[in-house]
């Protein structure tokens, strides 16, 4: 079936130093990636997300790209600060339905100060 | 504006009982998605309404249920419960379709004794 593999499961980084969590998947139908992010007693939020049209986005320290043709996508955060810290989920849609995510297992990032 | 509310946030029950958990969209939202969040297995979908119809569907067993209601409020039920259905529900909102970004709610924490 399909299948979302994130990597890695666990990251530490010290304040300022950048952060790279990496995704495969393996539906060739999929055309939505979404990033969230979640901390702690609160339900994912979305940060940032990418379509197969685009292969790379930016807003502000958070980028992700895109390779449809060896299907993974990445999500790089620079000048990393203690509250970016949390649980880091990648995710893409289920034969181009949005409204059905298959999700990674999670990264959690730790920002040492 | 508001984002997605769910009730309650946290519920007790013991095995063999039902239960059924509240999700309001952010208003304008049409469609309602049901994630099953635990440590084992992750996020893992659950199923997608669109107007009062199932859109999409995972693969849980059909003690799993929901609807939508026509103000795009929905419920989603679990009959029979089982110690493994202990786990965080998410319920997410969009739009429509197509491109629309979704939106995580809180969460409902379900323990099942």
């Known amino acids: 079936g399909e299948n979302v593999e994130q990597h890695p499961s666990t990251l530490s980084v010290q304040e300022g130093d950048s952060a790279v969590i990496k995704c495969t998947y393996s539906?060739?139908?999929?055309?939505?990636f979404p990033w969230y992010k979640q901390e702690l007693g609160k339900g994912p939020q979305l940060i940032i997300d990418?379509?197969?049209?685009?292969g790379e986005k930016k807003d502000q320290r958070i980028a992700v790209t895109l390779n449809k043709t060896a299907k993974h996508f990445s999500l790089h955060i620079t000048e990393t600060q203690p509250e970016d810290s949390a649980v880091y989920f990648c995710?893409?849609?289920?034969?181009?339905?949005?409204?059905?995510?298959?999700f990674g297992k999670g990264t959690k990032l730790s920002v040492k100060p | 504006k508001a984002g997605v509310t769910q009730t309650p946030r946290y519920l007790i029950k013991t095995r063999g009982q039902q239960v059924t958990l509240s999700c309001s969209p952010i208003s304008g939202h049409r469609s309602v998605s049901w994630y099953q969040q635990t440590p084992g297995q992750g996020l893992q979908f659950l199923f997608e309404y669109f107007s009062e119809t199932q859109r999409n569907k995972g693969n849980f067993p059909g003690r799993f249920s929901g609807r939508q209601f026509s103000n795009s409020r929905s419920e989603m039920n679990v009959s029979t419960l089982e110690l493994g259905d202990s786990a965080l529900y998410l319920c997410a909102s969009r739009r429509s379709g197509g491109t629309d970004t979704q939106y995580f709610g809180p969460g409902t924490r379900l323990t099942v004794l």
């Open positions: 539906d060739s139908a999929s055309n939505y």
């Open positions: 995710a893409a849609s289920i034969g181009g339905s949005q409204g059905n995510l298959i």
């Open positions: 990418i379509r197969s049209n685009v």
